[in-house]
């Protein structure tokens, strides 16, 4: 959702003549988006803001900060930080051209908390993409869930759903663009219900998410996923419109948080462990093998030893392709945040190590499974680990490393596995 954002601020700003600089040791302009999910986000951007000043004491740029810090802390930004020009919120992002135009007319410090305007667009040009091959599409802004750690309804607002007409012809322009791939974004994905059922009127489906993956795949584009999940709306017919539509990727995020009721019940997640493992077991009977991956928070305010074995139970018997760890830490404003934080530092890094170490045994199996199989894999870039290979991404989300050259980029090769890594697998190109 970060990375969508970024592209709409660069696709107004371009729209307005601002260019975009290379470096902020250059730019005239330093925007700060920001991120509030992860602990201490509001003293992280802080400090950045303070390196660039310091490369920058010849002449200081305007500085400004949009996103779900901006959001949240609004005016205290200015009182926390002296140099900040702008702040700019989650729903005001087409609004930054206007903004930074006030500052420049010396009207002062401009704060826009504001809703979107009825009407406002959401197309995103083809330069501000971040990838050439891999366009994100939002289709649902906010959440209603209200968990107990969460930030999210308060820096993103409530949940509304874009018309699937208009989904519909983003996505269709991407394809006639030339991207290979599309994901459709949201914090629940799943929750979509669109205030009317414009655009996939003739797509069945027992729920509106459905529908509109259906319709979506009725694009013909070639390759669609989507991101994230939530447990409580994962209606089995998602998994039915897998299984119709080979365009539909096969991989699911569907964070589960913990193992323990007791936990989830504090977290109020709104459904049982018995709930999830029938999500599993949904994806499980898929006529392809679906990767799953899954989110959870370790240390949450009352989580014993057997709460924290229930969820090392958890993860043994699903089994998934991939899992993102997280420490507790308690958000300004959320109701956890009146919870007394009775697991330590040191319990949490030592339930964290073992939770991993599992993870890792767990995924060592799965990607071994993979070695000698044919996979077909995005051609993205570089590989990070060496100029000579090339890397991408299969329809499973597989990071897949090869030998080869920059003339692969943006095509859709079969790659044979031949060796599994701790988070990716390594193949040989068979054209080659």
Request: proline share 3%.
């Amino acid at each position: 959702m970060n990375v969508a954002d970024t592209e709409r601020a660069t696709t107004r700003l371009r729209a307005h003549d601002y260019i975009v600089s290379d470096s902020p040791a250059a730019a005239d302009i330093v925007l700060f988006n920001t991120c509030s999910v992860r602990e201490r986000a509001a003293h992280k951007v802080l400090t950045r803001i303070g390196e660039v000043r310091k490369q920058r004491r010849d002449q200081t740029p305007l500085i400004g900060v949009m996103g779900c810090v901006a959001q949240l802390e609004g005016e205290l930004l200015f009182e926390q930080s002296p140099h900040i020009n702008f702040v700019v919120g989650t729903r005001a992002t087409d609004r930054l051209p206007a903004i930074i135009e006030k500052v420049l007319e010396g009207q002062g410090k401009v704060l826009d908390l504001g809703e979107r305007a009825e009407g406002e667009s959401l197309q995103i040009a083809t330069h501000a993409r971040h990838s050439a091959y891999v366009g994100f599409v939002p289709i649902i802004e906010g959440c209603n869930k209200f968990c107990s750690y969460c930030i999210v309804p308060f820096s993103r607002g409530r949940e509304k759903s874009r018309l699937a007409s208009e989904i519909i012809a983003d996505v269709s322009r991407l394809r006639d663009q030339g991207f290979r791939e599309v994901h459709l974004i949201g914090q629940n994905v799943n929750s979509y219900r669109p205030a009317l059922n414009d655009g996939f009127e003739l797509f069945k489906g027992a729920t509106p998410f459905s529908r509109l993956l259906r319709a979506v795949a009725a694009t013909g584009i070639e390759r669609i996923k989507f991101t994230t999940s939530f447990p409580r709306d994962f209606h089995e017919d998602i998994v039915s419109a897998l299984d119709e539509h080979e365009n539909l990727c096969n991989w699911v995020h569907l964070p589960v948080q913990s193992g323990s009721d007791k936990v989830l019940r504090a977290m109020r997640r709104g459904y049982k462990v018995s709930d999830y493992l029938r999500c599993v077991e949904n994806t499980r009977r898929a006529h392809r093998r679906i990767s799953l991956t899954s989110d959870i928070i370790i240390g949450f305010p009352s989580e014993s030893s057997s709460d924290f074995k229930e969820t090392l139970k958890l993860v043994q018997t699903c089994r998934f392709d991939g899992l993102y760890i997280f420490k507790y830490s308690e958000r300004p404003r959320t109701p956890s945040a009146k919870l007394l934080d009775d697991v330590g530092k040191e319990e949490k890094a030592s339930r964290f190590l073992e939770l991993e170490r599992l993870q890792r045994e767990v995924q060592r199996g799965i990607y071994l499974d993979y070695v000698g199989e044919t996979l077909k894999v995005l051609v993205e870039g570089v590989s990070t680990k060496s100029l000579k290979d090339m890397t991408g991404h299969t329809t499973c989300h597989k990071v897949v490393n090869f030998a080869g050259n920059s003339q692969m980029l943006g095509s859709v090769i079969d790659v044979q596995v031949t060796e599994s890594k701790i988070n990716s697998l390594y193949g040989k190109d068979l054209v080659r």
